[in-house]
C-alpha cells in the first residue's frame, strides 16, 4: 500500500485543518486513501451542454448550460434575503437564485458576461430555476482541461456541501490523485490480475475517479469490487477453515430417549420433506467431530422453531444442555411457552432467564443451569452475561439472526471449554448463492415447504378510494371473532411525520371501530416497554381486536387468531419487509388476508413490489425479485450499514457473479498458502486485514 493511504487528508491542496475536522466528522475521511476510496455513485456527462429550452421534458437531474447575465435583483431582508441573477441564451431564460454566500457571489456575477451555469433544474411558475448552481465565465471553463469528459458526484451530507460543493469535492479529489497517484503500488498478485482480467489498482483509481471512457469505468469498478469482495472472501474462507481443522466439535454419538419418544408421540403434525431433511443435515454436522455452524432459512411460519427443538433434544440425549436465544423478551417468552407446551410429559426441564426475570426466576434458572438440572434454556441476550454458567453447553440456537452480532455468538462460544455447535435461524430468506458466499463461515440449510394445513395466505391491493371497503371487510371478520393488524410504515428519516400518520390512522380507526364493541390497541418504539408489553398482551388474548402499529411486530409475534394485515402506504416498505409482515397472519388454520394500501400514485417499482407481493408467498422468489427490482441505485448508503465490514463499491446482492470469483480466488490462494506468508501474498495479506473489522452482521440489510 505505500504509506500515501495514510497521509493525514489536511494536507491536500483546498482541505485545511477546518474542512480536514468536517470531512472526518461527516464522511469519515482521515487520510488520502480514505478519500480515494470515497467513489463517486454516478457520473454526468460534463461535455454536454445543453440550451435552456432542451432542460425540464426529461427530467435531468444535473444539467449545465451556457446563458448570458440579463439582469440581477435582491428581495427579502436578513436570514430571509434572496439574489436572484437572469440569464437567457437564445431559446430561453432561467433565474440563478442564491440565499447563502450573497457577497461572494454578487461579487463575481457580472451583467451581460456569458457564463457556464451547472446545477439542479427545478420549475417555479414554469421557470426554469436552479438554486445555488456552480457558475463561471466562459472562457474560464473553456481554458480547463478536464480530467476526463465524464465527472463523478460524490455523496455527501448537508453540512458538507454547504461547504464543498460537487466541484469544490471534485477539485480536492483531483489533488489528492497528484499526491498519491504516482506512489499506488499493487495489491494482487500478476497471476490473479491474468486469470481474472483485473486492471492494476492505480488504473482502477483513476479511472473510477476520472474515467477517461465508459469501458475503462466498468473496467475500473470491476477491478474494485473484485477485490473488496475477495478481502471479506479471505477472512470468511479463513475463518471456516479454521473451524473444520480445529476437530473440538461435541460428539452427539445417539439418537436416544428424549429424541424418539418426542418424535412418535409428541409432534404436532408429520414433518414435511425440508424439516426431514434438515434434520438430517444437523445430525450429520454433529457427528463429525467438527463444530456445527449452520445457518437455517425458513420462510415464516415453515416450522423452524420444531427442527431447533428435535437438535436440542438431541443435544439432552447426549448428556448436553442447549439454549435458545431470542431478540426480544416477547419472543422469548413465546418460544418458552411453546417449548413447556411441546414438552409436556417428557423429563425435559425447560427455564427462561431475559432481563426482566424476577429475581425468583432468574434464581430458578441460574442455579438449575449450573447445576445441570436445567437441560433447555430460553432467553434474550441476558445469556450472554457472565453469571450465565453451564453445566455442559452443547448446543445454541440463535434465532432471527440479524439481531445479533457476530462478537455475540462468539461469546456464546466461550460458554464451555470446546465451542458449542451453534445453530441461526433466519426468517429472512437470502438468496441461497449469496448466502453461502457472504457467510461462508456458515453451512447453510433452507425449508422450503410449508407444514401441512397451513393455507397460503391471500394478498390483495386496494387505493385509499376503497378505504371504505377494507373497514367492511374488517368488520365481517371481526364479527367471526377474529382479530386484525393495522400497521404504519416507520421509515428514520421522516419520523416525526410518520409518528404523525400513524396517531392519524389511530384516531381514525378508533372513530370508525368505537368503544364498547371494538378495542382498538396501538404499539409503536416510543411507548415505555411495558405499555407495549400490555398493549401486545391484551391484543394476544383476544381483548382488543385490532392493534395499530410500526412495524415493531415484524418479528415473531405468534397470535393464531390474527387473520387480517392491513399495511397502509405498503409503497413505502421493501419487498422483505413486506413479506415480513405478512407472516404475522396466517397462523391458525382459517384464511388469512393480507391488504396492501397505497396512494393512487405509484412509481414502476412500487407497483412491480405491490404485484409481485400478490402474486407469490414464496419468501426466496420474493428475495430474488428483491434484488432484480432495488437495482443499484439505492443501495450505496444504507443497503451496507450493517454488515460485517464496510463495502464502499460491490453490492453482495447486485455482484453476486463478481462475489462467485472472489471465493474461488480466494480459496485458491488459501489452500496454497494458508497464512498468506508467501512475499507476492504481502499485498493480499494487508488486504484481509482490512476487510477483518467484526461489527455486527444485520440481516435485515441484505434483503
Not at 448436553?320 to 411457552?337: K, S, V
Request: proline share 4%; net charge positive.
Amino acid at each position: 500500500m505505500g504509506n500515501w493511504y495514510t497521509d493525514d487528508v489536511k494536507y491536500i491542496a483546498g482541505v485545511g485543518e477546518a474542512r480536514a475536522k468536517l470531512l472526518d466528522k461527516e464522511l469519515g475521511i482521515a487520510t488520502v486513501g480514505d478519500l480515494l476510496y470515497h467513489f463517486p455513485f454516478r457520473y454526468i456527462d460534463r461535455t454536454k451542454i445543453y440550451r435552456i429550452a432542451e432542460i425540464g421534458a426529461s427530467g435531468q437531474t444535473l444539467v449545465q448550460f451556457r446563458g448570458r447575465v440579463t439582469g440581477v435583483a435582491y428581495a427579502g431582508a436578513g436570514r430571509k434575503r434572496r439574489f436572484t441573477a437572469y440569464v437567457a441564451d437564445a431559446t430561453g431564460q432561467a433565474e440563478l437564485v442564491w440565499f447563502q454566500g450573497i457577497k461572494w457571489i454578487e461579487k463575481r456575477i457580472e451583467v451581460g458576461r456569458e457564463y457556464l451555469v451547472f446545477g439542479r433544474p427545478s420549475f417555479f411558475r414554469n421557470e426554469l430555476s436552479l438554486v445555488h448552481p456552480e457558475v463561471e465565465t466562459v472562457e474560464k471553463a473553456l481554458s480547463r482541461r478536464a480530467e476526463s469528459g465524464l465527472q463523478g458526484i460524490y455523496s455527501s451530507t448537508e453540512r458538507l456541501s454547504s461547504v464543498l460543493g460537487t466541484k469544490g469535492f471534485h477539485t480536492i479529489v483531483s489533488n489528492a490523485w497528484r499526491i498519491a497517484g504516482e506512489r499506488i503500488g499493487e495489491t494482487l498478485p500478476p497471476e490473479m490480475r491474468r486469470q481474472y482480467g483485473l486492471a492494476t489498482l492505480r488504473e482502477a483509481l483513476y479511472n473510477i475517479h476520472f474515467p477517461q471512457s465508459p469501458e475503462a469505468l466498468r473496467q475500473a469498478q470491476y477491478r474494485l469490487k473484485f477485490e473488496e469482495l475477495l478481502g471479506v472472501q479471505l477472512n470468511v474462507m479463513a475463518r471456516r477453515s479454521e473451524r473444520l481443522a480445529r476437530n473440538d466439535g461435541f460428539y452427539f454419538a445417539r439418537v436416544g430417549e428424549s429424541f424418539n419418544t418426542f418424535y412418535r408421540e409428541k409432534l404436532p403434525f408429520p414433518l414435511t420433506g425440508a424439516q426431514k431433511r434438515v434434520v438430517r443435515e444437523i445430525r450429520q454436522d454433529t457427528v463429525t467431530g467438527c463444530q456445527m455452524n449452520r445457518l437455517l432459512q425458513g420462510d415464516v411460519g415453515s416450522g423452524k422453531t420444531l427442527v431447533a427443538l428435535l437438535s436440542m433434544l438431541l443435544a439432552v440425549d447426549n448428556g448436553f444442555q442447549a439454549c435458545m436465544m431470542a431478540p426480544t423478551e416477547i419472543l422469548a417468552r413465546q418460544h418458552y411457552a411453546t417449548l413447556t407446551r411441546l414438552l409436556d410429559g417428557l423429563p425435559v426441564r425447560v427455564a427462561i432467564l431475559t432481563g426482566a426475570s424476577k429475581a425468583r426466576e432468574r434464581r430458578a434458572a441460574l442455579e438449575g443451569v449450573a447445576s445441570g438440572e436445567v437441560q433447555l434454556l430460553v432467553g434474550t441476550h441476558a445469556l450472554i452475561e457472565d453469571r450465565v454458567r453451564f453445566a455442559n453447553l452443547g448446543l445454541v440456537v440463535i434465532d432471527e439472526q440479524h439481531r445479533f452480532g457476530v462478537e455475540q455468538r462468539a461469546r456464546m462460544w466461550t460458554k464451555n471449554e470446546q465451542p458449542p455447535h451453534v445453530l441461526v435461524m433466519t426468517a429472512t430468506p437470502i438468496p441461497r448463492t449469496l448466502a453461502m458466499t457472504l457467510y461462508g463461515d456458515l453451512d447453510v440449510s433452507v425449508i422450503d415447504e410449508l407444514p401441512p394445513g397451513r393455507r397460503p395466505v391471500r394478498t390483495v391491493h386496494y387505493t385509499d378510494a376503497a378505504r371504505l371497503r377494507v373497514w367492511g371487510f374488517l368488520r365481517q371478520e371481526i364479527a367471526r371473532g377474529r382479530q386484525a393488524y393495522v400497521v404504519y410504515p416507520l421509515i428514520e428519516e421522516s419520523e416525526s411525520m410518520d409518528y404523525k400518520d400513524l396517531q392519524d390512522g389511530y384516531e381514525a380507526i378508533s372513530r370508525d371501530f368505537p368503544l364498547p364493541e371494538y378495542v382498538v390497541e396501538v404499539v409503536h418504539g416510543r411507548m415505555k416497554p411495558e405499555d407495549k408489553e400490555a398493549a401486545m398482551r391484551r391484543f394476544k388474548s383476544g381483548e382488543a381486536q385490532i392493534l395499530v402499529s410500526t412495524t415493531v411486530i415484524e418479528v415473531g409475534v405468534d397470535v393464531p387468531n390474527a387473520t387480517v394485515m392491513v399495511i397502509e402506504s405498503a409503497e413505502r416498505f421493501g419487498l422483505s419487509q413486506l413479506h415480513q409482515l405478512r407472516g404475522r397472519v396466517g397462523r391458525g388454520a382459517e384464511q388469512s388476508y393480507c391488504i396492501l394500501m397505497s396512494g393512487e400514485k405509484l412509481s414502476k417499482e412500487a407497483r412491480a413490489r405491490l404485484d409481485a407481493m400478490c402474486q407469490t408467498n414464496d419468501g426466496f422468489r420474493l428475495a430474488e425479485l428483491d434484488l432484480k427490482l432495488r437495482g443499484a441505485g439505492d443501495i450505496a448508503g444504507t443497503q451496507q450499514s450493517g454488515m460485517a465490514f464496510d463495502l464502499k463499491i460491490a453490492n453482495p446482492t447486485l455482484d453476486v457473479q463478481i462475489l462467485q470469483l472472489t471465493r474461488d480466488a480466494a480459496g485458491g490462494v488459501l489452500a496454497a498458502d494458508a497464512a498468506l506468508a508467501a512475499p507476492e501474498h504481502a499485498g493480499l495479506r494487508e488486504l484481509k486485514r482490512r476487510y477483518s473489522g467484526e461489527k455486527s452482521i444485520d440481516f435485515s440489510m441484505i434483503s
